[in-house]
Structure formats: structure tokens, C-alpha cells
């Protein structure tokens, strides 16, 4: 089972976030989307792998 969601609020420049959006809309992913892979992956880098390993595994990667 998993577990319940938890939000993060992150801060940062309104001009950043207006590119960010757009460039996630081209190529149809949310923002949600592309920061929770970047989470997994700066966990992965810093030998936090579980996460990864259970992404790749419900995805049948």
C-alpha cells in the first residue's frame, strides 16, 4: 500500500516558473511530473536508490 501524499511548497522566481511550465506543457508532462523524477533521481545520485528501484518497477522498467 502506498503511502499518502505529502506536498512541498517550493518558492522561486516568477519568470523561472513561467518558463518551467511552459516547457513542461510542450512536452505534455506536469510540473509535478518532471519534479518528483528530479527528487528521484538527486536521491539516486546520492546513493538514496530505493525510490528509483520502486519507480522502475511499477513502471516494468
Known amino acids: 500500500m502506498e503511502a499518502k501524499p505529502a506536498r512541498l511548497t517550493v518558492l522561486m522566481d ?5 518558463a518551467f511550465e511552459a516547457l ?6 506536469t510540473a509535478s511530473q518532471v519534479v518528483r523524477q528530479l527528487i528521484r533521481e538527486y536521491l ?6 530505493k525510490f528509483a ?3 522502475r518497477s511499477a513502471t516494468g522498467q
Open 53 to 55: 528501484r520502486e519507480r
Open 14 to 18: 516568477a519568470e523561472k516558473k513561467k
Open 24 to 29: 513542461c506543457a510542450a512536452q505534455d508532462v
Open 44 to 49: 539516486a545520485r546520492h546513493g538514496i536508490d
